[in-house]
């Protein structure tokens, strides 16, 4: 649509999205699309109770605590309780920490981060049921992808927007407002409330800031419920009128992407999980360097130069040269390449550490690589060029969409990583219990059972 539709066109666009999404019910999922749902929550609490110790959330847990005294309220991996909008963005920064967590390319970022939080503190308040949570995830989520494809997510993220809290914010606000079991009007005015506070800016990738941007994004979202259910008043369709969502943010309205029907019926099963902790953009090089090593098998002493190609905006988000702590790493090609190539479990979050990167084997891999961008390079391709020491040429190529696992192996996966992330902090006992819960949510009748398995006894207290 072009400007003057926009921002004039007699459709309520915030409507017809919420007409779509806003009712699911759980008799009505595909077999897949409630397995995508119970993944997103077996991953975002696995990644949130792994994450838990990271310095940035044991800042963020002090500085509540003194301005707003304790609560009832878990944080998944530790044993301090916080108030209910506390709970909601320290969890959600927890979750962002290791940059572990899925996404969605609708949105162009992390969904789980901005919604999960918002369901997981409020269904701990209210008691809710497991059926109540799955259905409000996918209020949540549909909603957040057709605003993604509403305001053409791709063309946003290059500005320099990190989508995760400027998008999200309208699928947290919907996920509020469903598992508080609002009306689908209430529900526009949360989504207008919280967009109205959105932002987020990459330049702050590779610090502590970038796991407060979801914070923020999900007590926004958190916020546009409470607000809304109490009557506050705003536009409701903030997202299509004049100096609204898209004028601000100087996008058109694509209404036609956004209401049209997936396949599969559900853009869940598009989303993407993570078995690397790092930036999702160093992906498609780390399986192209994967790829290789396991070819070749070649001493890392006999490869001379690495030339990596990427994507032109990921040169803005994933190319730091020479990180030297562990956030840093996360958002550098050149590090995650190198870790592949040394034989570094990139999944392992421990391995992205300021001890790594001093580490002068390290320090001589990385260095021997050079990246260049290309702006008509596809995001989910990794594209890699080796020199070796007896003169030879080498590559690898790696495709992200077309190396995707099915849903079963995927499960294996995720299972996997859940254990690993998990069972160190609770034991292994907590652990299964909370995975046997996860994995038939939609048979439990009172949510804060989940909560309580993921938060620490008080003796482990900033363990």
Same mark, same amino acid.
């Given at each position: 649509?072009d400007g003057?539709a926009?921002?004039n066109s =007699?459709?309520?666009?915030?409507?017809?999205?919420?007409?779509?999404?806003y009712r699911?019910q759980?008799a009505?999922?595909p077999?897949?699309?409630?397995?995508?749902?119970?993944?997103?929550?077996?991953d975002?609490?696995g990644?949130t109770?792994?994450?838990?110790q990271e310095?940035?959330?044991?800042?963020?847990?002090?500085?509540?605590?003194?301005?707003n005294g304790?609560?009832?309220?878990?944080?998944?991996g530790?044993?301090?309780?916080?108030t209910l909008?506390d709970a909601?963005?320290v969890?959600?920064?927890?979750?962002?920490?290791?940059?572990?967590?899925d996404?969605?390319?609708q949105m162009?970022?992390?969904s789980?981060?901005?919604?999960v939080?918002?369901?997981?503190?409020?269904?701990?308040?209210q008691?809710?049921s497991?059926?109540q949570?799955?259905?409000?995830?996918?209020?949540a989520h549909?909603?957040?992808?057709?605003?993604? =494809?509403l305001v053409?997510a791709?063309?946003v993220?290059p500005?320099?927007?990190?989508c995760?809290?400027l998008?999200?914010?309208?699928?947290?606000?919907?996920?509020?407002?469903?598992?508080?079991?609002?009306?689908?009007?209430?529900?526009?005015?949360a989504m207008?409330?919280?967009?109205?506070q959105?932002a987020g800016?990459?330049?702050?990738f590779?610090s502590?800031?970038?796991?407060?941007?979801?914070?923020r994004c999900a007590?926004n979202?958190?916020?546009?419920a409470r607000?809304?259910?109490r009557?506050?008043?705003?536009?409701l369709?903030l997202l299509?009128?004049?100096q609204?969502?898209a004028?601000?943010f100087g996008?058109?309205?694509?209404?036609d992407?956004?209401l049209?029907?997936?396949?599969?019926g559900y853009?869940i099963?598009n989303?993407?999980f993570?078995?690397?902790a790092?930036?999702?953009q160093?992906?498609a090089?780390a399986?192209?360097a994967l790829a290789?090593?396991?070819?070749h098998d070649l001493p890392?002493? $006999?490869?001379?130069?690495?030339?990596?190609h990427i994507?032109?905006?990921?040169?803005r988000i994933?190319?730091?040269?020479?990180p030297?702590t562990?956030?840093?790493?996360?958002?550098s090609?050149r590090a995650?390449?190198?870790?592949?190539?040394?034989?570094y479990d990139?999944?392992?979050p421990s391995?992205y550490?300021?001890?790594?990167a001093?580490?002068?084997?390290f320090i001589?891999?990385r260095?021997?690589i050079?990246v260049?961008a290309?702006?008509?390079?596809?995001h989910?391709?990794?594209?890699?060029?080796f020199t070796?020491?007896?003169?030879?040429s080498l590559?690898?190529?790696?495709?992200n969409?077309?190396?995707?696992?099915?849903?079963d192996e995927q499960?294996?996966?995720?299972?996997i990583?859940?254990?690993g992330l998990?069972?160190?902090?609770?034991?292994a006992d907590r652990?299964?219990?909370l995975e046997?819960?996860?994995?038939s949510? $939609?048979?439990?009748?009172?949510?804060s059972?989940?909560?309580?398995?993921?938060?620490l006894?008080?003796s482990?207290?900033h363990a």
């Amino acid at each position: 649509m072009d400007g003057d539709a926009r921002t004039n066109s =007699n459709i309520d666009i915030t409507a017809s999205i919420l007409n779509l999404t806003y009712r699911p019910q759980l008799a009505d999922l595909p077999k897949a699309v409630l397995r995508y749902a119970k993944q997103i929550w077996l991953d975002w609490i696995g990644v949130t109770i792994g994450g838990a110790q990271e310095p940035l959330v044991s800042i963020l847990i002090e500085d509540a605590i003194d301005q707003n005294g304790d609560g009832r309220l878990t944080v998944a991996g530790r044993s301090e309780k916080l108030t209910l909008p506390d709970a909601v963005l320290v969890n959600a920064a927890c979750s962002h920490a290791l940059d572990y967590d899925d996404g969605n390319p609708q949105m162009m970022g992390h969904s789980s981060v901005v919604i999960v939080p918002v369901l997981f503190s409020i269904a701990e308040r209210q008691r809710s049921s497991g059926r109540q949570v799955i259905e409000a995830l996918l209020a949540a989520h549909e909603t957040a992808m057709r605003v993604g =494809n509403l305001v053409t997510a791709p063309e946003v993220y290059p500005r320099g927007f990190h989508c995760t809290s400027l998008l999200g914010g309208f699928g947290a606000a919907v996920g509020g407002a469903h598992v508080m079991g609002l009306s689908q009007e209430q529900a526009a005015a949360a989504m207008s409330i919280a967009g109205s506070q959105a932002a987020g800016l990459q330049s702050v990738f590779g610090s502590m800031t970038k796991p407060l941007n979801a914070g923020r994004c999900a007590l926004n979202g958190l916020m546009g419920a409470r607000l809304a259910a109490r009557g506050f008043t705003v536009p409701l369709n903030l997202l299509g009128v004049r100096q609204g969502f898209a004028d601000c943010f100087g996008t058109t309205l694509n209404s036609d992407k956004a209401l049209a029907t997936p396949n599969g019926g559900y853009f869940i099963l598009n989303n993407w999980f993570k078995f690397h902790a790092a930036c999702q953009q160093t992906h498609a090089s780390a399986g192209a360097a994967l790829a290789f090593r396991e070819k070749h098998d070649l001493p890392p002493a $006999e490869i001379t130069r690495i030339q990596v190609h990427i994507p032109a905006f990921a040169d803005r988000i994933c190319n730091i040269q020479e990180p030297y702590t562990a956030l840093q790493m996360k958002f550098s090609v050149r590090a995650v390449v190198a870790l592949v190539l040394l034989g570094y479990d990139t999944g392992d979050p421990s391995v992205y550490s300021e001890e790594t990167a001093r580490n002068p084997q390290f320090i001589a891999m990385r260095d021997k690589i050079a990246v260049t961008a290309h702006g008509d390079q596809d995001h989910a391709i990794g594209k890699l060029e080796f020199t070796t020491r007896d003169g030879r040429s080498l590559a690898a190529n790696y495709h992200n969409e077309e190396s995707r696992p099915g849903i079963d192996e995927q499960e294996r996966l995720l299972l996997i990583k859940f254990r690993g992330l998990v069972t160190p902090m609770i034991g292994a006992d907590r652990a299964d219990r909370l995975e046997a819960m996860i994995m038939s949510l $939609e048979t439990v009748q009172d949510f804060s059972e989940i909560a309580k398995l993921t938060a620490l006894p008080t003796s482990n207290k900033h363990a």
